[in-house]
């Protein structure tokens, strides 16, 4: 796989991790509006999932190979989501929250989105 697709996936990932699975305790308070951590939620996955959908899923002739592009949809978009949520029912201080998952996944399809769009259109961030 192509470093410069993978490394950058990886490391949001650890990122996306240490932020969701910290002690709620340990994160900063800022200053927020009502519902601010569903965009947040809603930015983190659309970020992960972007960024998974460019790894390993094209080949030397820029097509996509489906059935990568769907595994790392399946896996970034719906499993580890709903995952990591489940696992902050565990963490002091966090919640398990079904309005979170929904933010997950909705943010997760619109990256996926803003990849299949960006394809289409040969842009060169994909």
């Not at 601010?36 to 959908?53: E, N, S």
């Not at 030397?60 to 990591?84: C, S």
């Not at 565990?90 to 803003?114: C, H, K, Q």
Request: hydrophobic letters at 50%.
């Amino acid at each position: 796989m192509e470093k410069h697709r993978i490394l950058p996936a990886i490391i949001w990932l650890v990122i996306v991790l240490i932020a969701l699975l910290t002690p709620g305790n340990n994160i900063p308070k800022t200053p927020t509006f009502p519902h601010a951590d569903k965009l947040v939620h809603f930015g983190i996955f659309a970020l992960l999932t972007f960024l998974w959908c460019r790894v390993g899923t094209l080949n030397t002739e820029n097509q996509l190979i489906w059935k990568r592009l769907l595994t790392n949809l399946l896996v970034f978009t719906i499993i580890f989501p709903i995952l990591v949520e489940y696992l902050q029912k565990y963490i002091p201080n966090r919640s398990f929250e079904y309005a979170d998952i929904v933010a997950n996944l909705t943010g997760g399809l619109a990256g996926f989105v803003a990849f299949f769009v960006l394809y289409k259109s040969k842009s060169r961030l994909v």
